[in-house]
């Protein structure tokens, strides 16, 4: 069974940076679709980015595009989200996903293993 761990979340001021890492273990992260989701303060959740088995990169927020981007690191079994010039919106609860095999979805249903999320705070 996949575990997952998050980590790297933090306080940061406005326009700063955060890595936040999604650590795999108990088995091969390889066959599973991993994405990044995030959960405002009396928000639902929301899918942030997801990268496809195949390769496939898919951003669902149009607010962090050019900011987040999602590395996987098949080697070590993680993946990681780099982001930069942090708004206070971007205030959060995430969390990383797994789905054993499959593709990409927005849909927090879809994705079968969860990590216990990390907080990422943006303040001045």
């Known amino acids: 069974q996949l575990r997952l761990v998050e980590s790297g979340g933090g306080l940061v001021q406005p326009g700063g940076s955060l890595r936040l890492s999604c650590e795999a273990s108990?088995?091969?992260?390889?066959?599973?679709?991993i994405a990044w989701f995030r959960r405002a303060p009396g928000k639902e959740r929301e899918g942030v980015v997801c990268i496809s088995l195949t390769g496939g990169y898919y951003n669902y927020l149009d607010s962090v595009k050019g900011r987040f981007s999602m590395l996987r690191d098949k080697h070590q079994s993680a993946v990681f989200l780099e982001m930069n010039n942090l708004k206070p919106e971007d205030t959060a609860a995430y969390y990383c996903?797994?789905?054993?095999?499959?593709?990409?979805?927005?849909?927090?249903?879809?994705?079968?293993?969860w990590g216990q999320g990390t907080q990422v705070s943006v303040s001045s």
């Open positions: 108990g088995t091969a992260m390889e066959p599973y679709v």
């Open positions: 996903a797994a789905r054993h095999w499959g593709g990409c979805s927005s849909d927090e249903r879809w994705y079968e293993i």
